[in-house]
């Protein structure tokens, strides 16, 4: 039984070892995380945006913040 978990462990690590040698998922998964940070700093910055021309009105974050989540209830 131990043998089995044991080489059941090596074939993981010998799978994951394949995986992240492989260039073009390194590059798939680098992309995603820059495309993730840059989703975010946009995000505030758009509040920020709003906040300025709204004369620091919270309500209209509020707001805002609602309207950016339809999408995600409606298609998530």
């Known amino acids: 039984m131990i043998n089995r978990i044991k080489n059941s462990l090596v074939n993981y690590l010998n799978e994951y070892k394949a995986l992240l040698s492989n260039n ?45 989540m339809i999408p995600s209830i409606l298609f998530g």
């Open 24 to 68: 073009a998922f390194i590059r798939l998964v680098l992309a995603g995380i820059i495309s993730s940070f840059g989703s975010k700093i946009s995000y505030f910055a758009f509040l920020r945006k709003v906040y300025t021309l709204s004369d620091g009105k919270i309500t209209d974050l509020g707001f805002l913040t609602v309207v950016q």
